[in-house]
């Protein structure tokens, strides 16, 4: 079994409506990661937690909203979805190591979003 | 921010052939992975290498942190190994440093 996994893993919507993207792992880790990957560009970071009461906006959280509803939950949503929000989605997971070091990510399968 | 550049941005490869991919990073690192994203667009990660050299079969991965680059070599390369290889770097700080990653290396191996 997959140890981190996201649902779905295809969306296809229309402008404007609200979707949510969800992640859920069984590593055991207390740092969650969401990334959107675009052709080209690499990944970026949109938001971080670090447990359930520590979340963080990363580079491109406007148009974005997370909640974590536990340790092993981690969702992503789009409140109103435009065109270009249509990218690969990747849920992430670490353990922090130690003091920060350490820090290996495994990455969820992703999620292909198209926004009509 | 840190910056991470990757290159070649592209490579062909015939089977068998090695190749080295290469990553510059622009601030000292406490963090540095490399990972391939195969044809399916499933990330895995390679090596978590912020210094030194680590192997992993065909693969190994060099960090020279003095001089801020790292290297991934790919040894008798398989069509198996086509896909984009990114590196990612944190930079060293007292907190949490978010990991930024490269551009990417698309690699084509081809029988």
């Known amino acids: 079994d997959a140890d981190v996994t996201q649902t779905p893993r295809n969306r296809i919507t229309k402008t404007g409506k609200r979707i949510m993207l969800e992640c859920s792992q069984t590593k055991g880790h207390d740092r969650m990661y969401w990334y959107r990957q675009d052709p080209g560009l690499g990944l970026r970071l949109i938001y971080y937690?670090?447990?359930?009461?520590?979340?963080n906006k990363g580079e491109i959280s406007d148009g974005y909203s997370v909640s974590r509803q536990a340790q092993a939950k981690f969702s992503l949503s789009l409140e109103s979805a435009i065109p270009n929000q249509t990218a690969l989605y990747f849920c992430?997971?670490?353990?922090?190591?130690?003091?920060?070091?350490?820090?290996?990510?495994?990455f969820g399968p992703g999620t292909r979003l198209l926004v009509l | 921010g840190i910056q991470v550049e990757q290159s070649p941005p592209d490579l062909i490869l015939q089977e068998g052939a090695n190749s080295t991919l290469r990553c510059n990073f622009s601030d000292s690192v406490n963090n540095l992975q490399w990972f391939h994203q195969n044809p399916w667009g499933q990330l895995i990660n390679l090596f978590y290498?912020?210094?030194g050299t680590k192997q992993n079969g065909r693969l190994s991965a060099t960090t020279v942190a003095t001089e801020r680059y790292s290297l991934l070599y790919i040894s008798s390369s398989q069509t198996t190994d086509s896909g984009v290889y990114f590196c990612a770097a944190s930079p060293y700080s007292g907190g949490y440093q978010k990991v930024t990653f490269g551009t990417g290396t698309k690699l084509q191996v081809i029988p």
């Open positions: 992430a997971t670490s353990d922090g190591g130690s003091g920060g070091l350490q820090e290996t990510q495994y």
């Open positions: 937690s670090f447990d359930v009461k520590d979340i």
């Open positions: 290498i912020p210094s």
